[in-house]
């Protein structure tokens, strides 16, 4: 067992045990084992009593993480301090027979048995073990399958409790050995799925699609739910959180959110079909969070404590390869950045602009972060998103990158957006611009190629130019391909819903912001209402396209998901947007297609909307 000195100090926020932490807490059992497993076999209708089904992530070339759930109310779990007390087996540790905690645990039911085949069927099991069941961790069972699988390979996985219950089978590909050679590569990727604004088709169709494994950029959770005065969301979906708050500030609160998101049948869909990769954005914690725990919609003063159980709960549900650095001076630095390779084709960089952040450049007020002037404070050097160490750490894999691809999972815009000479979003990288700089620096001066930033947040499908300085020609070195959001308001919603007088908590901009805008660019549109919203959203769409050039392509009417399918030869995006969020099962179409060929920073159009010319 490992405590972290700073931890242990503080008895509020409970410490994770490392076995959890690393997911690394289980038993391989080979062929005839010491185990006996015939107590553990199927004898009820798969799905039943795994409430919030099954998930898988972070595949590398030997493994992948996977994830369940078992209802509390038909399995007993064992506690930290039983597994504690116990001498573990560890992958990286001899097979040690004489462990009889292990094998208590196993009689009693505390376990799961888990099963990898490469059978849908599960008629030949390539592996097989026990994992706890973690009583003190809202009965999640993770564990880290690196090591013990075979490259290139769709596996298919369940878990079963000694009462005979079986989890839905999940399905999961291990990725190509690094540096091997790999043609093709699909990767899906979506971001900000609030619950209660709708259903989530987008998560449905992207679970059909045929891909390497899909990418969450954040606000996979919405920490504000169940709000009578401001929720404009559907009638069916609404969230009631335990402590009765609108916004989620205990364990408790978080960790609901997380259990009635994954309830959800077109997410487990999604799960059961694929691995994730996934980072966090703010609304897993609090709206526009910077460091070390401050989410300023609701305090100035950090806020540890909170900080602590929002990211308990991510790491319970999150099938994710992630930990506490050993050194770490807090429980809250749980860290998030890391990459991975896909053979030769691509290095995935995946980082956290949340926990590291400096605050907002000019300012906490409303009208500071968005729709601003700006200010010095946005040029100065010692302000940085990613953190020294891990602004350090992503520059020098960009510089050691042998991948034909290098793309990056990023979660708010890149380059510029101004309307109206204002800056829109100061909580982007617009608010950082010096260390945005120092990232085009390096890429452009080690001659990085083929740099692509995937990023989410700003609830619109955008596919821009990254450039060295947003001026009318500033050298192209890159591109951001932004997805939609999967429910959240998008701009044109956010109008409509505000000239309609409704305040939207999942909106990319506050609304004294979106009044702001309104006055300044139609002041008719507020007063008399006289411009049909349709009319009022493209003259919007357009100007922002006349005042940030570098944007090719752009669409914040529609919800959907994207995909990005690598090979040799180029990169192709293409972004997918579903007719209603409204409704249930709805209809996908195509929305937008570009190309960006090897070698060349260039966005070649194949398919755009009619809305933005
Ligand atoms: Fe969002």
């Not at 100065?380 to 953190?387: E, K």
């Not at 829109?424 to 990288?429: Q, T």
């Given at each position: 067992m490992y405590f972290n000195d700073s931890v242990r100090e503080d008895e509020n926020r409970a410490p994770f045990p490392e076995c959890f932490l690393t997911g690394s807490a289980f038993r391989v059992v080979n062929g005839s084992s010491d185990i006996e497993t015939k107590a553990y076999y199927a004898t009820q209708p798969a799905g039943e009593g795994f409430p919030q089904s099954v998930a898988s992530g972070d595949p590398t070339s030997s493994g992948m993480m996977i994830w369940t759930r078992v209802d509390p109310s038909l399995e007993a779990g064992a506690s930290d301090i039983e597994i504690g007390g116990g001498g573990f087996e560890w992958p990286n540790k001899p097979h040690d027979k004489n462990n009889s905690s292990f094998a208590d645990l196993i009689d009693q039911g505390k376990t799961v048995m888990f099963q990898v085949s490469t059978h849908p069927n599960f008629s030949f099991v390539e592996l097989s073990g026990f994992s706890p069941v973690w009583k003190d961790h809202d009965h999640v069972v993770r564990m880290d399958l690196d090591g013990l699988l075979h490259p290139n390979e769709t596996y298919y996985y369940r878990f079963i409790t000694r009462s005979g219950l079986v989890s839905k089978a999940g399905r999961c590909r291990t990725l190509p050995p690094e540096g091997s050679d790999c043609p093709a590569a699909t990767i899906g990727y979506v971001s900000c799925q609030d619950y209660t604004s709708g259903y989530f088709n987008a998560l449905a169709h992207l679970a059909d699609e045929q891909m390497d494994f899909f990418l969450h950029l954040g606000d996979y959770i919405y920490e504000a739910a169940g709000e009578a005065s401001y929720q404009t969301g559907l009638e069916a979906r609404q969230i009631t959180l335990p402590s009765g708050e609108d916004k989620a500030f205990t364990l408790e609160d978080y960790r609901h959110l997380y259990n009635v998101y994954r309830t959800d049948p077109d997410l487990q869909k999604l799960h059961e079909n694929h691995a994730m990769v996934a980072t966090w954005d703010d609304h897993e914690f609090a709206n526009d969070a910077y460091a070390p725990a401050v989410a300023p919609d609701d305090s100035l003063e950090p806020d540890l404590k909170r900080r602590h159980s929002a990211n308990s709960a991510w790491l319970e549900y999150m099938p994710s390869r992630v930990y506490v650095p050993s050194r770490s001076s807090s429980s809250n630095a749980l860290k998030l950045y890391r990459s991975m390779t896909i053979g030769d084709l691509a290095t995935l960089y995946i980082t956290d602009e949340r926990a590291y952040r400096d605050a907002h450049p000019c300012g906490e007020q409303e009208l500071e972060r968005y729709f601003t002037d700006g200010c010095e404070n946005i040029h100065?050097?010692?302000?940085?998103?990613?953190?020294r160490e891990q602004k350090d750490w992503f520059l020098g894999e960009l510089k050691n990158s042998s991948s034909l691809w290098n793309i990056w999972a990023n979660q708010v815009q890149i380059t510029q957006l101004k309307f109206l000479g204002r800056y829109?979003?100061?909580?982007?990288?617009d608010g950082f611009a010096h260390e945005r700089q120092a990232i085009a620096q390096t890429v452009m001066n080690k001659g990085i190629q083929n740099f692509i930033v995937l990023t989410g947040d700003f609830h619109s499908f955008e596919a821009s130019y990254l450039q060295e300085d947003y001026s009318r020609d500033g050298h192209k070195f890159g591109v951001e391909l932004m997805v939609g959001s999967v429910t959240s308001s998008n701009l044109n919603e956010m109008v409509q819903k505000n000239l309609n007088n409704l305040f939207d908590h999942t909106s990319p901009l506050p609304q004294n912001a979106t009044l702001e805008i309104f006055r300044t660019f139609l002041p008719d549109a507020l007063s008399k209402r006289i411009i049909p919203t349709e009319f009022l959203f493209k003259e919007l769409q357009n100007a922002i396209k006349i005042e940030n050039p570098w944007i090719e392509l752009f669409d914040s009417t529609s919800h959907g998901y994207a995909l990005l399918e690598l090979s040799k030869s180029r990169a192709v995006w293409t972004a997918y947007a579903v007719e209603?969020?409204?409704?249930?099962q709805a209809s996908k179409s195509l929305l937008l297609q570009c190309e960006i060929p090897n070698g060349e920073a260039a966005i070649n159009v194949k398919e755009k909307n009619s809305l933005f010319g």
């Open positions: 100065s050097p010692d302000r940085s998103m990613l953190g829109i979003n100061l909580d982007a990288w209603s969020i409204e409704e249930k």
